[in-house]
């Protein structure tokens, strides 16, 4: 739940920036509102058939994260990081997120560019992200400046704006943030799903807040991955990574509520073309591992701190003890189920047993948290159960050739499953 202290340039640099960003991304049309120099900046235009909108900063709920609308822009609402140690792995900025309902295009898209005018102190970072709907599920999140380019086109995308600052530091206050969405951009066959072992930890935190807003509670089951990439909206498992002891014994499926442990801007599973940093490192190899390891980086995270273990994934308490039945920290393997295709179940209610068979009889294998999207290989008739959502004989299969019960999936989506 960190950001680094990158060197921010000042104000009137900001300005500058932001006028080469309008100039290169956006259509002529009315003004943002002024730079805190009062530069009054104006758009110019943009390829036809952009579709384009502003954020509405001025509405801040509940599934927003320590942020608010004050002094004419949206703002931190606390600058502190509050319960986390100097050397925890989740504790170098305060960091707050705004989070606007998912919009849909009126045509197809395969780019989206974002411009902010915004007044930013030395030391505090703002960004605008995106991501897009697919028939697998949503992309992951990106940083929309420089414009994110989609790998197949889609109809339905949602955009947040992401804000830090240097524990007890000054915010930075965002005016005004604009998106363009167009169809100009080529797209690049999708790839499959992902699997790397990495070393977990255990979050622990209870009674803290995570990255998405959740306040930890004793027993959670979540995970966390040092990118926001990955990083689900608060309520949701958009992303669920499948978790496994490396002899396979245990998995569980988790949606990602965190980020961390030790870095922010670490999506390791990403080939070097789309990894945010650290592009030298092989494809599954995260940066704290290799720091821990090799002393790459001078053995020290983004933040310039000392790292004290190889991890590159955190479960919580639940999914640690329950889940994986883990009693110290280990190696496991980790799926990003996002990067993958097919159907996908929603689990409504959970942790749900994942089965060994088609009835509660056989052994159980794991655990699908709620919220968790599982991949749904087909499905199986067996053993009646009376659940929230229905009452079933149906056992879906998932990739791992484990079973859950229909009843307790809420929704399928991304394609129908066919019969075993």
Not at 100 to 116: D, F, G, Q, S, Y
Not at 240 to 255: F, H, W
Not at 337 to 357: A, H, K, S
Request: charged residues 20%; aromatic residues 8%.
């Amino acid at each position: 739940m960190t950001r680094p202290r990158c060197p921010i340039p000042s104000v009137a640099l900001i300005a500058t920036l932001t006028l080469l960003l309008t100039a290169a991304f956006l259509p002529t049309t009315d003004p943002l509102p002024a730079a805190s120099n009062g530069t009054s900046i104006s758009l110019v235009a943009a390829a036809a058939g952009d579709e384009r909108w502003s954020a509405d900063l001025t509405i801040v709920d509940r599934d927003d994260v320590n942020v608010r609308h004050a002094d004419g822009g949206l703002r931190l609402r606390e600058a502190r990081s509050h319960g986390r140690g100097a050397r925890s792995p989740h504790s170098a900025v305060a960091e707050g997120m705004l989070l606007a309902a998912p919009r849909t295009l009126t045509r197809p898209a395969t780019r989206v560019r974002a411009e902010i005018s915004a007044a930013v102190p030395a030391g505090a970072t703002v960004e605008a992200q995106v991501r897009g709907w697919r028939a697998a599920g949503w992309t992951e999140w990106r940083a929309a400046t420089a414009g994110v380019v989609f790998d197949r086109p889609v109809t339905r995308v949602q955009t947040r704006v992401v804000l830090t600052a240097p524990n007890g530091g000054a915010t930075a206050t965002v005016r005004g943030v604009r998106y363009a969405a167009d169809a100009s951009a080529a797209v690049s066959a999708a790839t499959p799903g992902r699997t790397f072992r990495v070393y977990a930890t255990r979050i622990g935190l209870v009674g803290e807040l995570t990255a998405n807003g959740r306040t930890v509670q004793p027993r959670d089951h979540f995970a966390a991955l040092p990118s926001r990439r990955g990083l689900s909206p608060l309520n949701t498992g958009d992303y669920t990574v499948r978790v496994c002891t490396t002899n396979g014994s245990r998995c569980e499926y988790a949606p990602v509520w965190d980020v961390g442990p030790w870095n922010t801007r670490d999506d390791y599973w990403n080939p070097s073309s789309v990894r945010e940093n650290w592009k030298n490192l092989p494809q599954g190899r995260p940066e704290a591992q290799a720091a821990y390891q090799s002393g790459y980086n001078g053995g020290r995270d983004q933040f310039g701190r000392t790292v004290l273990n190889p991890a590159g994934i955190d479960l919580a308490d639940g999914t640690f003890w329950d889940g994986l039945r883990l009693t110290t920290n280990a190696w496991v393997d980790v799926a990003y189920l996002w990067t993958g295709g097919g159907p996908r179940g929603v689990v409504g209610d959970g942790p749900l047993n994942i089965r060994t068979g088609a009835s509660t009889s056989y052994a159980s294998r794991g655990l699908a948290a709620r919220l968790a999207h599982v991949p749904i290989q087909c499905y199986v008739t067996g053993q009646s159960v009376a659940g929230p959502y229905r009452t079933t004989t149906r056992w879906n299969r998932l990739a791992s050739g484990q079973y859950v019960s229909h009843a307790y999936i809420s929704g399928v989506y991304g394609g129908s499953v066919p019969a075993c």
